[in-house]
């Protein structure tokens, strides 16, 4: 009825940054050809300045006229400026930017691999039984969250409500321990938990934080907490999925209420856990909502 569509090819992501670093390069050099031509024109009007409009001798300072100063100062910003465009811009460019972020991953790709070597016995059932004079420490991996009657944690990145003895406990319980998190988690601290050690699983490539320690998958997150007989997963909502099959242990807090959110717990599988122990806590003046704590532990 309107007749065929003209078809228009896209530029795909790397021939568009292509194509945008040419059009910078243009800019710059086209920027560069003009203040030359301004660095010209101005040199010939301070010449006539000085030598021809002005009355009496020229201002002089360490006895040199006061415009050739000028004009070599002037000259020293020209040549900052031609060095920046043909030397730092281009040989320090989006390629050499590249190649710093890759050697970034590498090397933080190199430690993870590190401790995935080091730690890969206690997270691999053995072939054949090898006795042991003293027991195996057990090692437990404990999934902490709070949500509601419809498995409701949250929205815009924040809890919908205030529970302190729930804050209370998952300080007593996570204390001392390594805590695994999303990007997303982490960045809604104020700061860093005291007395924890962040692991922080992201797909971000070059994410970097002084906070934690970052990974980039679930395996290497629980390997780089290899050194702790019981981490904790502590969100948020992808991460929760992620690790249901990983977790021995899932501590929750369940909220007795209903919430508008946009983050929900997953559905715990009663044919893979059992609900081992169930704690009532009431309304308060200090609590708008009654809540039980949880603890259910992998058949």
Not at 68 to 85: D, E, G, Q, R, T
Not at 257 to 278: E, H, M, R, S
Request: aromatic fraction near 12%; glycine fraction near 6%.
């Amino acid at each position: 009825m309107f007749g065929k569509k003209k078809e228009v090819t896209a530029l795909d992501n790397e021939q568009r940054e292509l194509f945008e670093n040419a059009q910078q390069r243009i800019r710059e050099k086209r920027g560069l050809f003009t203040h030359f031509i301004v660095f010209v024109v101005g040199t010939i009007g301070l010449i006539i300045i000085s030598q021809v409009l002005m009355k009496g001798e020229p201002p002089m300072l360490l006895q040199v006229q006061w415009w050739i100063w000028v004009l070599f100062i002037w000259l020293l910003l020209f040549i900052y400026h031609a060095f920046k465009v043909f030397v730092t811009n281009r040989l320090l460019g989006p390629e050499w930017e590249k190649g710093q972020y890759a050697k970034l991953v590498a090397k933080q790709q190199e430690r993870m691999g590190a401790l995935e070597k080091q730690v890969s016995k206690e997270y691999q059932v053995p072939d054949t039984k090898i006795e042991s004079a003293a027991p195996a420490v057990k090692k437990e991996l404990t999934m902490i969250a709070a949500a509601g009657t419809n498995n409701e944690l949250g929205k815009d990145g924040d809890l919908v409500w205030r529970l302190p003895d729930d804050f209370k406990r998952f300080k007593e319980l996570t204390t001392g321990h390594y805590i695994i998190m999303g990007r997303k988690t982490f960045e809604s601290f104020p700061k860093p938990l005291p007395n924890r050690t962040h692991v922080i699983l992201t797909k971000d490539p070059v994410y970097n934080t002084d906070g934690g320690i970052v990974v980039h998958d679930l395996q290497t997150a629980i390997a780089t907490c290899s050194s702790d007989p019981n981490p904790f997963v502590i969100g948020g909502g992808e991460i929760y999925k992620l690790a249901m099959d990983a977790v021995t242990k899932i501590e929750l807090t369940r909220v007795h209420g209903t919430f508008n959110v946009d983050t929900y717990f997953p559905a715990i599988d009663k044919n893979q856990f059992k609900l081992q122990q169930t704690v009532h806590h009431p309304i308060d003046e200090r609590h708008a909502f009654a809540f039980d704590f949880e603890t259910w532990v992998r058949i």
